[in-house]
């Protein structure tokens, strides 16, 4: 059993800043990929942004420059440092951990970027 526990998310005014921090425990094997996704409602989730298990990164265009994401291997943990937060960026985000044992979602934590 794997579980995603998901922090960070609340209320910020337009050009502020965000850290969501998603931590995985249970049965971790090989995570291979972290990655984090957003959703607004009556929207499909979309990608924002993955780290693989090198380290590479992809952006959504629409956050690139913005955001960054990392990864802490010891902590079983990805971040997403979210900067110059804009109202788009309003939603519940997701973080997601692909293993060899499959996909693993977290429960979601909104962001709300609001004057």
């Known amino acids: 059993q794997v579980r995603l526990v998901e922090s960070g998310g609340g209320l910020v005014q337009p050009g502020g800043s965000l850290r969501l921090s998603c931590a995985a425990s249970?049965?971790?094997?090989?995570?291979?990929?972290m990655g984090w996704y957003r959703q607004t409602p009556g929207k499909q989730r979309e990608l924002v942004a993955v780290?693989?298990?090198?380290?590479?990164?992809n952006y959504s265009d629409s956050v690139k420059g913005r955001f960054t994401t990392s990864r802490d291997d010891a902590k079983n943990t990805v971040y997403l440092q979210m900067n110059s937060l804009k109202p788009e960026d309003t939603a519940v985000y997701y973080c997601?951990?692909?293993?060899?044992?499959?996909?693993?979602w977290g429960q979601g934590t909104q962001v709300t970027v609001s004057s």
């Open positions: 997601r951990v692909t293993m060899t044992s499959g996909d693993y």
């Open positions: 249970g049965s971790i094997f090989s995570i291979y990929r």
């Open positions: 780290i693989t298990s090198g380290d590479s990164t």
